[in-house]
């Protein structure tokens, strides 16, 4: 009988050692978070904000927009905001973005950079 209970909690317990891994591993979103504003660029030029709360910030909006792109996101994305040329930050979809030879709108970008061609 002891056996038995003592089965059932360590199979409880490693159910929730392996939820607890699933829950902190976030997939592809910590891929772009290795870059980090202060980590190896000069300034933040972009950022996502998520109803959790966590802002993730990147050094270009090519970063922001491959993020954006991903399939998996920690949460739901709330504004994606690029910063202009005064420092302020302004609502990524009434940007226009360049892009090789082209200008992009929001939609484009977010297109160009599904089918992997952000730089």
């Not at 929730?16 to 030029?45: K, N, Q, S, T």
């Not at 792109?69 to 905001?81: K, L, S």
């Not at 360049?98 to 952000?118: E, I, W």
Request: aromatic share 6%.
């Amino acid at each position: 009988m002891q056996t038995m209970i003592r089965r059932r909690l360590a199979c409880a317990l490693a159910t929730l050692i392996f939820a607890a891994a699933l829950y902190e591993g976030d997939g592809p979103a910590r891929a772009h978070e290795a870059r980090p504003a202060g980590a190896g660029c000069g300034a933040v030029r972009a950022q996502i904000r998520y109803d959790s709360g966590r802002t993730l910030r990147y050094c270009s909006a090519g970063a922001m927009f491959a993020q954006l792109a991903a399939q998996e996101q920690p949460g739901r994305v709330r504004a994606a905001q690029v910063l202009d040329g005064g420092g302020r930050w302004l609502d990524a979809r009434h940007a226009v973005y360049p892009h090789g030879a082209r200008r992009l709108d929001y939609r484009q970008m977010l297109a160009a950079c599904a089918r992997a061609a952000c730089d």
